[in-house]
Structure formats: C-alpha cells, structure tokens
C-alpha cells in the first residue's frame, strides 16, 4: 500500500509531538493515530503526532507514515518517503527473527542485506512475508550471498555486476566461479545495490588482489551507469571490508600491515567518490563505527571498525533527508558483528493525486 503525506508550508514539528503555524489538529490526530493500515492524506496541514502503539502488531506497515523514534510526520505534495537501509546480518537463518522485528519497528522500506550464508531454497521467507516483505536474493552455499527484502515493488533484479571477477578454482570451461556477492534492483526508480565486498584476508594472500580487480570493476560498472544516464538516482549499499580513513578504525597503529587499511584498498574506495558517488552518512555528520569483532570485547570496549557504507550518485543524495547508524543492534542477544545504516528518503513523484482521499 502507498500512503501520501501533503504539507502547507514549511514549518518544522517539534519532537513533543507540537507543530507549527496551525490550530486545527484534530482531524489529522484521529486519523493518524487511529490507523494500521491503508492510505494517509493529509492536504493544508503540517503536524506531527507521536505515535506509540500498544503492541507490535498496532505499527502501521504502510509507506506514507514516516516514523523516527516513533514519531509521523506530515510533509510536502507529491513526495513518497522511503526508508531504506543496509545490513551485514552474518547469517540470516540464524537472525531472522531480530532482523525481521527490526524490520516493522523501525518501519524500513527496503533492506540490503549481506552474508545472508544461504541458498535460496534455505531463506526463511516466511517471516518476512509474514511482515509484508518481498524477498530477492543470490546465494550459492553457506558463504557471502546477498538480498534485498522490501515491502515496495521491485524490478530490474541482476545478479552481479558486468565484468566482475571470480575467485576459486578453475571450472571445466576454463572460469574461475563467481561468488554471490553484487545484487541490484530497481524501487520507485531508484537504483540500489546490496554489495558484500571481498575481504582481501591478508596482503600476500590470493583474495587480495582478487578484492582489488572486485573493486575496480564495480568502480568501471558505476562509471559507464552514471555515464549513460547521468540523472540515475543509485546506491551502492553494504560491507565494503575498507577503513578509508584512520578514524574509522579504534587504533591504526593496530593495523599497520593489514589488509581493510592498505593504501591500494582506499585508492579503490575512493574510486566511487571519484565516480561520482558520495558517502552518505559521513557528508551528514553522523560518526560511529559499523563493526566490531565478537572477540577480545570489542565491542564493550568499542574497538571498531567502519567499514559499511552507502553511496550515493547526487541525484540520490539530493532525496536523503535523515541518515543514522543503528549502533543498539550490537547490543542483546546473538547480534550481527555488524550493525545497520539507514537513510530516508523524499522520493518526487508524477502520479495523479486527483482521486486519492484527502483529509482536512
């Protein structure tokens, strides 16, 4: 379902849940707050009501109704929020459970998802239907393997990327395997990417190398899509296994000689930006780590690293209106070693309002 939100004005809610600049609420809080699904319209207003379900099953699933920590906002015509996010979820029949509560409690659109470690005869697809989510996937055994779960249409689904190396041994035709790592689709004309890069291993190990060539294809790939339209609006989302910056590790000197920090691993991140892309979360201020080792309490003793980006093409960034780093979802039981991203987005659009229901 597809919910629209209209605004009057330019005027900024307070997080109490108080708006600006208009007396005639009513209408806006019964429809709001009394609703679990279907289409919000709100024509005339700017407000926001704070929203708190008594339980999980009260959360509207819908898009329209655009929650941070809990709180719907009503904003400009012709505009469709979207949230999207990406997630290193380090086996996902063995967190289905947290990643699909997450899911509906943070009211996520679309989610990337890598190191799903499954075929797709093993993905517990079951619980996020039962969301309201769809699911594309690749994998091929019990490493790497990406997906996306969205509760949006998606089309234009391709694995992998063109020209992308294999790695591992030879096949009778002569190839080496491609490994499920590079998944894309196409949501309200978006272009994203779930991408589980290489991790390279150690310098003089074979996967090094192999990580480099990974990564300079996929740059060529993001040059010749940008180039042949320059309007696209596309994400490259996931675990990028690099550092390209000495604060995104808790100690350099701790990795003097390893690979994620090597000289030729952030040439080849900064590649993208070079492309054309922009690192989303870090242009908008928000620090943090997106890993951190199981082992040695890394992450009590907050020793992480960042290594999990989206990127995005300036047609894309241009409808980010929020972006943040899930840092809680370290914390409780059998968590990931990696944690979300999320942006929202305000995404333009050309459908005819004129029989949509409006509220006043």
């Known amino acids: 379902m597809t919910g629209r939100r209209h605004q009057d004005g330019a005027g900024d809610a307070d997080d109490d849940g108080s708006a600006d600049g208009n007396d005639d609420r009513g209408a806006i809080v019964s429809a709001v707050s009394g609703f679990s699904s279907g289409v919000v319209e709100v024509v005339g207003f700017h407000y926001t009501h704070t929203l708190r379900p008594q339980n999980k099953a009260d959360y509207c699933p819908i898009r329209g109704v655009k929650r941070w920590l809990n709180v719907v906002r009503v904003v400009a015509a012709s505009v469709v929020f979207m949230r999207v996010s990406t997630w290193n979820v380090n086996s996902i029949r063995s967190r289905v459970g947290r990643v699909v509560d997450w899911l509906v409690r943070e009211d996520i659109d679309v989610l990337g998802m890598q190191e799903i470690k499954c075929k797709p005869d093993q993905f517990p697809y079951d619980a996020?239907?039962?969301?309201?989510?769809?699911?594309?996937l690749h994998g091929l055994n019990q490493w790497n393997g990406v997906a996306f779960a969205s509760r949006l249409p998606m089309s234009d689904v391709a694995v992998g990327f063109p020209s992308a190396?294999?790695?591992?041994?030879?096949?009778?035709?002569?190839d080496l395997p491609q490994e499920a790592r590079a998944l894309g689709v196409t949501v309200d004309d978006t272009r994203l990417w779930s991408l589980y890069v290489p991790n390279g291993r150690e310098l003089d190990n074979p996967h090094y190398p192999y990580k480099l060539e990974w990564l300079a294809r996929l740059a060529d790939a993001t040059r010749s899509w940008l180039a042949a339209d320059p309007n696209l609006k596309l994400a490259l989302m996931g675990d990028f296994n690099i550092a390209p910056l000495d604060i995104d590790v808790w100690d350099i000197a701790a990795f003097e000689g390893r690979t994620h920090v090597s000289q030729p691993e952030r040439d080849a991140f900064t590649?993208?930006?070079?492309?054309?892309?922009?690192?989303?979360?870090?242009?908008?201020?928000?620090?943090?780590?997106?890993y951190w080792d199981y082992q040695q309490l890394r992450f009590p003793r907050n020793e992480g690293m960042r290594i999990d980006f989206i990127l995005g093409s300036k047609p894309f960034v241009d409808l980010v209106t929020g972006a943040k780093i899930e840092r809680n979802e370290r914390k409780g039981d059998a968590p990931s070693d990696h944690v979300p991203l999320v942006v929202d987005l305000d995404v333009p659009t050309d459908e005819d309002d004129d029989d949509r229901p409006m509220i006043f």
């Open 165 to 174: 190396p294999g790695f591992g041994k030879v096949d009778e035709a002569g």
């Open 128 to 136: 996020f239907t039962a969301a309201g989510y769809d699911i594309e």
């Open 271 to 290: 590649a993208f930006q070079t492309a054309g892309l922009i690192d989303i979360l870090r242009t908008r201020g928000v620090e943090g780590y997106t």
